[in-house]
């Protein structure tokens, strides 16, 4: 015989309780964005405007693919941003080709470490929630 809590089963109320913390667990991992979508990480206008219309949150992962190792990506301030330039004191720089970077809350900076790569459109703003 199986014995109940108000009338359901033991074994339901476990697995009800593994499928929500299964649940919980995806949902605190974040989505992943491959930055600019099939094109990647390159030398094209439409990189800077790849996050338009997503809606990013803490959490989430930006993977930056690229094969130029002039294209190295740079986590910088605004000014830096605005700038095209980081003065050689990113917050971080990635040069793997395959990077993945976890945002946080807030805004975040990403420039191409080539300054008129930069000009040229390889940046990108993300606004996390």
């Known amino acids: 015989m199986t014995s109940t ?9 476990v697995a009800i309780g593994l499928l929500y913390i299964l649940i919980i667990c995806e949902n605190a991992q974040g989505a992943e964005y491959v930055v600019g979508g099939k094109i990647g ?3 094209d206008p439409s990189v800077f405007h790849w996050p338009e219309g997503k ?5 989430d992962i930006l993977i930056f693919n ?8 740079e986590q910088v301030n605004k000014t830096q941003f605005d700038n095209c330039y980081s003065d050689f004191n990113p917050i971080k720089t990635y040069d793997s080709g395959h990077d993945k ?3 946080g809350k807030g ?14 459109g390889m940046r990108i703003v993300i606004n996390a929630a």
């Open 5 to 13: 809590i108000f009338g359901v089963s033991k074994n339901a109320i």
């Open 41 to 43: 990480w390159d030398l």
């Open 55 to 59: 809606s990013f949150k803490a959490g």
């Open 66 to 73: 690229y094969s130029n190792p002039l294209f190295k990506v």
């Open 101 to 103: 970077v976890a945002i």
């Open 107 to 120: 805004t975040t900076y990403f420039i191409c470490a080539t300054p008129d790569y930069c000009g040229y």
